[in-house]
């Protein structure tokens, strides 16, 4: 009778079974991680709480009340505002131009200057002649 020798065979795929067993543990490792990482990442950049969105206001904002209109050009029969932005710059712009997002020259004297809300939904605000 022959005898067959199968104990190296066996090793080998005991071997062969442990290598798969590590491997796929530090794949289920390495998963696990990654989506740890999503997940602070998601709650980082979302807020914890909800904020309500912010209520239209019955007024003009700010911004548009600290405007200056200091000065005027006129060429012929066109004239143009010189106003005073509260950040310091200085605009020429003439009758019917935006002024910031919502606010439209409607219209321009030597003594003051009338802005109209693009949606018309306040009323005019006159910004009289500032001497400085």
């Known amino acids: 009778m022959v005898e067959i020798n199968l104990l190296p065979w066996r090793?080998?795929?005991h071997a062969r079974a442990r290598k798969r067993v590590k491997i796929g543990v530090a794949f289920i490792i390495i998963l696990m991680l990654l989506v740890l990482t999503v997940v602070v990442a998601h709650?980082?950049?979302?807020?914890?709480?909800?904020?309500p969105p912010p209520v239209a206001s019955d007024q003009p904002t700010a911004?548009?009340?600290k405007i200056k209109y200091v000065g005027y050009l006129q060429h012929h029969q066109q004239m143009w505002a010189l106003i005073s932005m509260p950040d310091g710059k200085l605009l020429t712009l003439p009758a019917g131009s935006l002024v910031?997002?919502?606010f439209r020259i409607k219209s321009l004297s030597q003594s003051e200057?009338?802005?109209a809300h693009t949606a018309n939904s306040f009323s005019p605000i006159k910004i009289p002649l500032t001497h400085s």
């Open 11 to 13: 090793e080998y795929a």
């Open 43 to 51: 709650r980082r950049d979302t807020p914890t709480r909800l904020e």
């Open 63 to 65: 911004q548009i009340r």
């Open 100 to 102: 910031g997002k919502n």
């Open 113 to 115: 200057l009338v802005l």
